[in-house]
């Protein structure tokens, strides 16, 4: 009897003392850094998480190294620089996978806009309008054929003159490393925020998808004013706007994102372009870079150019998975694609109208 | 009536016991859980990649410089959160950021490689119902 | 006399479960803003059942009400929180009424206890977050207010069945 008296003390006991434990386990690890102008923040929860949110910021040290413009001694710069050379496995498959972007868009996305964005004044914050004659000049150079990549002998090269820039994959590419880490150290669930990208990486300690609300183009400035909300799960999610960096001259507002073929900001009736992708295979398949890329692209095609790009890339290719979209428009319409209607909440009083495209 | 147990029908002492058992368990389980669990945020200043300062916001009222890649930022701390007051840099994207008090928020001073992060507490995203941000 | 008893249990389940549903009118939610925890009334039965008829029996009527209370409610989750917090309360009556220095009151108590740590346990499993623990506190405090009000109503029950022989004829 007394033992049995005593057993049940001891059930009583640990239902009382059982709860603290998760609590250790819910405190998320979290390693910020500033890297490719801007925050990234690393949050990762489970066994080893403190290591593996370390561990992606020096990644992202090392990324940032190989892929800035500015840091002259950058494979980047050096390649700039030169017009050719040795390339690192690293470099070597973004500048293929940017060459895969730049035939799938058609031109939209181009890494060899650099000099054009330059000219901008879009990469030493000195922002100014080119005169026509300039631009003119500076077109010849932007041409995605001219970056060749020769794996066999580890050389890349550019054709004469052109320079280029990572700007528009290189926070996507970090989202992949991060998903590749997150993956490789067996992370049940985190999120990686790169400068307004995430991966959201399982789900939410409490088992619901990770909630991530798209700014509303309108008023960036707000901090909580937001088109809408998309639960995500192992996805990586990227938007582009002409919202994020601008200047403004004579009046007019000049935005960051270039149209290659024009050489002036895109004017597409788009005033921001969100796509997102799952990242079930680890990063392994650059979701986050290709989201990066045509999240660009698709800005500067605008509505139906966009969503036809959407129609025809449901299929797995070598490079890319099935990704949805987020579009806003000058208008005041937000469209959302069929894949990710399920998931997107609008905001009731934001004063868009909602539509969902198929 | 017959019964397997005849009960004690009146209080007897040692319901005293049983009462200051269950009273010992929820002081005890209030302090443990004000001990680990938010009881205020603390904010930690990082300047390139390394922490400089950690303080906690409820003990830290007034203001408080930092020299971040030869910019001067003044932080100030009151009971509605913390905020940089001042910055040397071009951009000002700190100063326009405001008060931020909800742990996992965060103001960045690019040009100055600066980072004032709220940790601690309970992690509450940006918002009432957002985990994360994008655009 | 086994028919009696059935009856007795079955009698037993339907008070219990009147006192499952009377105790929605009580506005617990209003502090404790967690769906499914309850002040835990049908102890009072449990209570009852575990003195006049044994533990057996008692754990019968236990598992029968939180089963229907959960179908009526069509609520499962419902189930888990009955569950933990009914049994918890059980076992640690069971426990304390073995003690011969304790009367109703502290047997009472200890269950109303024990009622709150079960259903606590219950939202942890199905929040998946530790927030209800914060709640253990004021709902222990509770408890001992509940604890003696199931004490003093099964005292009262007690005496007044004090010359009536329940399992005669």
Redesign the interface.
């Known amino acids: 009897m007394k033992r049995l008296i005593l057993y049940l003390l001891y059930m009583l006991l640990l239902t009382a003392c059982a709860a603290p434990a998760p609590a250790q386990e819910e405190t998320p690890e979290v390693a910020q850094l500033i890297a490719m102008d801007t925050l990234m923040t690393f949050t990762a929860y489970g066994e080893d998480a403190k290591a593996v949110v370390q561990q992606a910021a020096e990644a992202m040290r090392t990324a940032e190294a190989m892929f800035s413009r500015t840091l002259p001694e950058s494979e980047v710069s050096r390649l700039n620089a030169q017009g050719s050379g040795k390339a690192g496995p690293e470099l070597q498959r973004l500048l293929e996978a940017a060459s895969h972007y730049w035939r799938e868009t058609g031109g939209a996305f181009d890494i060899t806009v650099a000099p054009v964005a330059s000219a901008w004044g879009f990469t030493t914050d000195s922002f100014q309008v080119p005169d026509a004659e300039e631009l003119e000049s500076l077109k010849e150079l932007v041409d995605g054929s001219g970056v060749t990549v020769d794996g066999p002998a580890g050389t890349v090269s550019l054709k004469a003159g052109q320079s280029i820039d990572l700007g528009g994959i290189a926070k996507g590419y970090a989202s992949d490393l991060a998903a590749q880490m997150f993956a490789s150290a067996s992370i049940q669930r985190g999120k990686a925020e790169l400068g307004g990208n995430i991966l959201a990486w399982g789900v939410r300690p409490d088992g619901n998808p990770w909630r991530v609300g798209i700014v509303d183009p309108a008023r960036p400035e707000a901090g909580d004013a937001f088109v809408g909300i998309v639960e995500l799960e192992d996805s990586a999610a990227i938007t582009s706007g002409g919202y994020q960096r601008f200047f403004e001259a004579n009046g007019q507002r000049y935005h960051h994102i270039i149209d290659p073929a024009a050489g002036w900001p895109a004017d597409s009736g788009l005033t921001s372009v969100t796509v997102v992708a799952r990242m079930d295979g680890g990063g392994e398949r650059l979701n986050g870079t290709m989201c990066d890329a045509y999240s660009t692209a698709l800005f500067i095609m605008g509505e139906e150019k966009a969503l036809d790009f959407w129609r025809s890339h449901q299929t797995q290719t070598e490079y890319e998975d099935a990704f949805d979209l987020v579009l806003v428009t000058e208008d005041g319409r937000v469209i959302v694609t069929e894949g990710l209607s399920d998931r997107f909440h609008p905001i009731e009083d934001s004063g868009y109208e909602y539509e969902t495209a198929s | ?15 005293g ?3 200051g ?3 010992a ?3 005890g ?2 302090v ?2 004000r001990g ?2 938010g009881s205020g945020e603390m904010a930690v200043v ?1 300047i390139n ?1 390394e922490e400089v300062d950690r303080f906690s916001l409820a003990e830290s009222a007034g203001k408080r410089e930092y020299l971040a890649n030869g910019y001067v930022l003044v932080v100030a701390v009151s009971s509605e959160g913390v905020r940089v007051a001042e910055a040397g840099c071009p951009t000002q994207d700190c100063v ?1 950021t405001g008060v931020i008090s909800r742990s996992g928020q ?1 103001i ?1 001073c ?1 040009p100055g ?1 600066f ?1 004032l ?1 709220l ?1 601690g507490g ?2 509450r995203g ?2 009432p ?7 | 006399m086994r028919t009696k008893k059935l009856t007795a249990c079955g009698l037993l389940t339907a008070v219990a479960l009147a006192l499952s549903y009377l105790e929605n009118f009580f506005p617990l939610a209003l502090a404790i803003p967690i769906p499914g925890i309850k002040l835990g009334l049908a102890n009072i039965v449990t209570v009852f059942a575990l003195y006049a008829m044994g533990a057996g029996p008692a754990f019968l009527v236990l598992a029968a009400r939180c089963l229907l209370g959960a179908v009526f409610a069509g609520n499962m989750n419902a189930l888990l929180f009955s569950l933990l917090g009914g049994f918890s309360a059980m076992l640690v009556m069971t426990a304390l009424s073995r003690l011969r220095g304790l009367s109703l009151y502290g047997v009472s108590i200890g269950g109303a206890a024990a009622h709150s740590c079960g259903q606590i346990a219950a939202a942890l499993l199905t929040l998946g977050s530790t927030a209800p623990m914060y709640y253990l506190p004021v709902l222990l405090a509770v408890s001992l207010f509940t604890g003696s009000l199931t004490g003093l109503v099964s005292a009262c029950l007690f005496r007044g069945l004090v010359h009536v022989d329940l399992w005669k004829g």
Not at chain 2, 129 to 135: S, T
């Open positions: 009536m017959n019964m397997k147990r005849r009960p004690k029908l009146r209080p007897a002492a040692w319901d016991a049983v009462v058992l269950v009273l368990l929820a002081v389980c209030g443990l859980l680990n669990g990082s990649g326009h965060s960045v690019l490689r980072i992060r940790a309970t992690e940006n918002g119902d957002v985990d994360a941000v994008i655009g």
